[in-house]
């Protein structure tokens, strides 16, 4: 099991994000065209689409590849990555011109951490047991 470790480590990156973006893609589209709930996020699904699970298996293959073989913890290091997510996606708000509702900028401060330790529950626990069941942890 030693061909391609960083494949494996990316896949195993990928795999929670793109999990999760799946739930969220069918609630919006249902709360979207069944329930006619006027939100626009079209023009904003790129970034979490498409940008989110790649910066998730390349943050993996970084830590495999630097950080693994010395016991830094995989949970701190999945922390940091919302970091980087969140100024990239006020950008790409701001680039395709998207309305951020006024309550966003106000609840931010309060949901910022919250975010914070979800990812590092979600890397600890789920991109840690998918690195095992890869073999490059």
């Given at each position: 099991m030693n061909?391609?470790?960083?494949?494996?480590?990316?896949m195993a990156g990928i795999a929670v994000p793109t999990a999760f973006l799946l739930i969220a893609m069918t609630a919006f589209t249902v709360a979207r065209y069944v329930y006619n709930v006027p939100l626009a996020i079209e023009r904003v699904v790129v970034?979490?689409?498409?940008?989110?699970?790649?910066?998730?298996?390349l943050w993996n293959i970084l830590y495999v590849a630097l950080l693994s073989r010395r016991h830094v913890s995989i949970g701190l290091f999945g922390a940091v990555l919302p970091f980087l997510l969140a100024p990239g996606a006020y950008v790409a708000t701001r680039?395709?011109?998207?309305a951020v509702p006024a309550f966003v900028y106000s609840v931010f401060p309060f949901f910022?951490?919250?975010?914070?330790?979800?990812?590092?529950l979600a890397w600890k626990y789920l991109v840690a047991l998918l690195n095992t069941i890869v073999g490059v942890a």
């Open positions: 061909q391609h470790p960083y494949l494996r480590a990316y970034f979490p689409m498409a940008v989110v699970p790649n910066l998730w298996g680039l395709v011109g998207f910022f951490p919250v975010v914070i330790a979800i990812y590092y």
